[in-house]
């Protein structure tokens, strides 16, 4: 559900009220009770989904009802705790949000036969602030705990859109630290990822762009030298590897380039580098995808939306776009698994 006082609740209860989609897939909902009949109201649309205690051996009956709300709020009556999610950063909504994510994991790797086994995670938005005040501050996002939860040496985020897809070479660090953390290795990882779920997304031999750190991609050294001494390297080992990449291009440039069709992929060396395009151009349409991991794990590209929470107007695209993702990739995986076979 992401954060209970944010617009996961309603995003998702938009996004699933669409019939087709329903039937497309089964859902456990790890998340409230209390937060998903807010945002009903909110929204104007009716329940319809079975609400269980995941402590309940009911619970074993899940694989009978299309959606399924594992409810946490019978836990959180016993133990006295009020139920009130603030539409602000706070320690319960932290640490609810948190544990969803590691029961969501736990049923990942459940026997494919097991009511509660899952094929996917699609990733409600969290609030980081409330990770750090319920105690997870080593978690920046829910990338690196996805990350070292499923023993993945090396993963990526990727932005999925109608117009762009781009990947990061490094994820949730301060821009000071850029420095230390781009090296020939991760820049090559985040291609060669990128690479491989471009090929699952159904492009056989996708072009990829790489973009330079500095401005103008150094201008020859004259803005830096990461370009030469770190990216052109990773560049030549992806092409000597049979991959068709390019680069490094200045940043305030190429994207057009990529919305033009001549490219397939971006992979930006930061954060907003490459965020910024994406959520300017895909607003309310992207979806964030994990590369890297032993499952798939999609998201909606934007936060906890705080400020219109409650309100009945949080765009659903993008969560259902991230939803349909998951999907796709998760039948492909499954006619990939049967062709090996």
Request: with cysteine.
């Amino acid at each position: 559900m992401g954060d209970p006082g944010g617009i996961g609740p309603e995003v998702i209860i938009r996004a699933l009220s669409e019939k087709p989609r329903r039937r497309a897939a089964r859902y456990l909902i790890h998340g409230s009770s209390h937060a998903m009949h807010l945002a009903s109201e909110a929204s104007g649309i009716e329940p319809y989904w079975w609400r269980v205690d995941p402590r309940s051996a009911v619970a074993a009956t899940a694989d009978a009802h299309d959606v399924v709300l594992l409810d946490a709020d019978p836990a959180l009556l016993e133990e006295g705790i009020e139920l009130r999610f603030p539409k602000i950063p706070n320690r319960l909504s932290g640490q609810l949000s948190f544990e969803w994510v590691e029961r969501a994991i736990e049923d990942t790797k459940r026997s494919s036969d097991d009511p509660m086994h899952a094929d996917a995670i699609v990733t409600g938005p969290i609030n980081k602030q409330a990770w750090a005040m319920s105690g997870h501050k080593k978690y920046p996002g829910h990338t690196e705990l996805l990350a070292q939860r499923l023993h993945a040496k090396f993963y990526a985020m990727m932005f999925v859109g109608d117009k762009l897809r781009v990947v990061l070479a490094t994820v949730h660090i301060p821009i000071t630290e850029i420095k230390d953390k781009l090296t020939i290795g991760a820049v090559h990882t985040a291609i060669d990822l990128g690479h491989q779920a471009c090929v699952q997304l159904g492009y056989r031999r996708p072009r990829i762009a790489v973009c330079g750190l500095n401005p103008h991609a150094g201008e020859d050294g004259l803005m830096g030298d990461e370009e030469s001494r770190i990216i052109e390297p990773a560049i030549d080992h992806a092409v000597n590897s049979g991959m068709q990449v390019y680069g490094p291009f200045p940043a305030d440039t190429i994207y057009n380039a990529v919305v033009a069709g001549k490219y397939d992929l971006i992979v930006a060396m930061y954060h907003d580098q490459g965020l910024i395009p994406v959520k300017l151009l895909e607003r309310d349409l992207a979806v964030n995808v994990t590369l890297g991991l032993p499952t798939i794990r999609t998201s909606p590209d934007h936060g906890t939306g705080f400020d219109i929470a409650g309100k009945g107007i949080a765009d659903p695209g993008s969560m259902g776009n991230a939803i349909d993702l998951a999907i796709e990739m998760a039948i492909n995986a499954d006619e990939s698994r049967l062709v090996n076979e």
